[in-house]
């Protein structure tokens, strides 16, 4: 009898250890581990690291985790922190936060050269720099000139002098732009036409100029409230209340819309903000023709406005004289109604999927928009900035003459290079890995940050408003 009451207890022992350990396995295979700290079984999480380059060692509370890009799985919940090394590359340290059931990416790791090497692309003094939409070639003003740069090639040819002005533009306005000294020029979306702002004795000028072939047209005159392309063909830009639209070829510009406050241009389409008799403002959506419907009817009162979309929200950047205001909106009973984000801002506002940034007195301010836009946490504080690039997490800025990275998920912030204006650089190859700026003897320089690798990220910048 006692040796078949240890057989049976030997048997129920068997049966609770295979049902113990059979869920533990089941548990286990749906993403459940066990916490020794909580004495408590937990749904993990999934880190994703990705890095440009690739194949830099990755090390993850301390412990080896492999070669980028790598994917660690069955995380318990919990901040970690990452060390990214790779020969001849500046090391990037981070925390991030892992979450049950869920895979916190960190793709866009921007990893850059200890060692930066300039190379002279241009000997001569260049003022002004504007480069094309697809990178290709570059706008340069040097001396009263205009020439046009095939980057790799480093060949230039000229497409802007006084005779040639003179030949276009005739008159008392043709005579006072062959020695007007040009401010802005801007590239539209085909890389071939270049919209360039000058200002001459008698009067500030408007151009729209043909890189290809040379023509020129004098667009308007005096001050604009803004311009923008709304398309490679067709310009926009308003003065004193008045939208204009300007059609490449033709002579001029014809009017779209009155008394408007402000406008922009969102996802290749006009939306105005104009107001009534009772001082209400409005957003409307303008079409080339000049119609216009309302799209919302209760924004903020501002003497100037910015419009943008981040996701499915709208984003409203005002300004009354001073720092701006952010706003966001919120749809409730088929309306708009706008939150206040952040006040104070001092910089323009960037954003893509991932994120927004800004700069509202000193600090430096990130939302992740994935987590929808209802807070900002500081990342770093800015000192005399001017900021040049938001992208693929990093930020590029100029302070007293030096140019600095910082990368807004770990907080790693670098010196790079000397160099004289924040204006005058701009991005020419994929993953921000080689720079064209003009530095402190004016000459033109490229250098590389770091090597290229295919992947998912491209050029395209963070859109930026304000």
């Known amino acids: 009898m006692r040796q078949n009451w240890w057989v049976l207890t030997g048997y129920a022992v068997a049966v609770l250890v295979f049902f113990v350990v059979a869920t533990y396995v089941i548990l286990f295979a749906i993403g459940y581990k066990f916490d020794w700290t909580t004495k ?3 749904k993990t ?4 690291v990705e890095t440009y380059p690739k194949n830099a060692n990755l090390k993850i509370a301390g412990k080896k985790g492999g070669t980028t890009p790598i994917t660690i799985k069955r995380l318990l919940p919990g901040d970690y922190l990452l060390e990214i ?3 001849d590359y500046r090391s990037w340290i981070g925390t991030l936060s892992v979450e049950s059931g869920l895979v916190t ?3 866009n790791t921007l990893l850059t050269l200890k060692e930066l090497a300039p190379e002279l692309m241009f000997d001569k003094p260049v003022e002004l720099l504007a480069i094309t939409p697809d990178r290709n070639r570059a706008a340069l003003v040097v001396g009263n000139e205009m020439l046009l740069m095939n980057i790799a090639t480093k060949t230039t040819s000229n497409i802007l002098a006084p005779t040639l002005i003179l030949q276009q533009i005739k008159g008392t306005d043709g005579k006072d ?3 007007a000294k040009i401010t802005a020029m801007v590239f539209g979306p085909d890389s071939r036409m270049l919209w360039i702002s000058a200002i001459g004795r008698r009067d500030t000028y408007h151009l729209s100029l043909n890189t290809d072939n040379g023509q020129m047209v004098l667009v308007a005159k005096g001050g604009l409230m803004r311009s923008e392309w709304l398309n490679s063909n067709q310009l926009t830009f308003a003065q004193a209340g008045i939208l204009y639209l300007y059609q490449v070829g033709d002579k001029a510009p014809k009017i779209i819309k009155d008394k408007l406050i402000d406008y922009s241009i969102v996802d290749g389409t006009i939306y105005g903000v104009t107001d009534d008799e009772f001082g209400k403002h409005f957003l ?6 000049g119609s216009s419907k309302t799209e919302a009817d209760n924004l903020p009162i501002a003497k100037t406005y910015q419009a943008a979309k981040v996701d499915s929200s709208w984003i409203l950047i005002t300004n009354s004289g001073g720092p ?14 706008w939150n206040k984000f952040a006040s104070n801002v001092t910089s323009k506002v960037w954003w893509d999927s991932n994120y927004l940034m800004y700069i509202t ?3 430096v301010m990130v939302a992740d928009i994935k987590k929808e836009i209802n807070e900002a946490l500081k990342v770093a504080t800015a000192g005399s900035w001017q900021t040049l690039y938001f992208s693929f997490d990093t930020l590029l800025f100029a302070e007293n003459g030096k140019l600095n990275s910082l990368d807004i998920t770990g907080k790693n912030q670098y010196q790079l290079l000397d160099l004289s204006s924040a204006n005058q650089i701009e991005p020419i190859a994929p993953q921000l890995s080689q720079l064209l700026y003009v530095g402190r003897d004016k000459k033109l320089y490229t250098v590389r940050l770091r090597e290229e690798t295919t992947g998912l990220l491209n050029l395209s910048r963070f859109n930026s408003v304000g």
């Open 85 to 87: 090394d790779k020969t």
């Open 284 to 289: 409307l959506k303008v079409g080339v023709d």
């Open 361 to 363: 007195g000193k600090d």
């Open 45 to 48: 999480g999934f880190l994703l």
């Open 177 to 179: 732009l062959s020695t």
């Open 40 to 42: 408590t079984l937990k």
């Open 105 to 107: 990416e960190k793709r």
């Open 324 to 337: 701006s205001n952010i706003w966001v909106s919120e749809r409730n009973a088929g309306k708009l109604k």
